[in-house]
């Protein structure tokens, strides 16, 4: 055939004595067309047509699956029944007792258990986990029944934070691990805001993640480090420990200053 596309072909055939026979069939011819040239140098039939014998077609594998960006991984519907595997980013207990953060690599979300019964686990785990899917003022939240739906798959590379801008931060990246750099403008009790130009963002430093007391003043230039959260304020960043934030840095900077708390 000439072209790709789909063929009635009718075959007739006689024994020579009068007797025929006939049959149809429908024919679909893909890949390209074969050459002229190629064409021309094909066997003939009995009657002297020349017999059209398509190429094989190598057989397509499909494109590798490239991760999702926040734009466009789907939200997860409230009260679907769901498994997922990820990297544990911060451990149970550090920013709540009834949960954690977990990175499947399309989202970042918040691993929920009622009794905060989890086996004992730390940032670059892999784990896998099953449960009902809902929502915490924007942030992906996975509803675990009890421990028996957690399985521990062993252990993995350090969580690697994506750096960000703060007009880049949106609720497409609840759940996950970020830096921005900047001035801290505002700093009242466990609450900071970061200015870094672009526009600013608000976090918390919790006690229950190890601060206890801020280890920069107002007016300083920090890297901070933490969980991208969507409470009901916003979005608001959360170190998980004081290892999360580096004073006297701006992203890019050579030196950094290694923090501790009083």
Known sequence: ???????????EVSDGRGATGT?????TVVGAAMPADVLAQSPASPSGTPINIQRPVAPTTPAE????????????KTGQRDTVV????????????????????????????????FPLLAPGDRVQASGTWSEVTGTPRL????????????GHATPTPQVISSDAASAGLAGRLVTVSGTITQLTGEQFVLDDGAGELTGSLRASAGFSAAPFCVGATVAVTGILDAGRGGL???PRSPADITVGQVLGAATTTPVTTT
């Open 1 to 11: 055939y000439a072209a790709a596309g789909r063929y009635r072909v009718r075959l």
């Open 23 to 27: 049959a149809q069939a429908s024919v």
């Open 65 to 76: 699956k490239s991760p999702r960006s926040p734009a466009t991984t789907p939200r997860p």
């Open 86 to 117: 990820g990297t544990v980013l911060v451990a149970p207990g550090v920013l709540g007792r009834q949960y954690f953060y977990l990175d499947t690599g399309d989202r970042g979300l918040q691993v929920y258990q009622y009794a905060g019964d």
């Open 143 to 154: 509803k675990l029944a009890g421990r028996s739906d957690l399985t521990v798959l062993g």
């Open 236 to 238: 608001r960043l959360l």
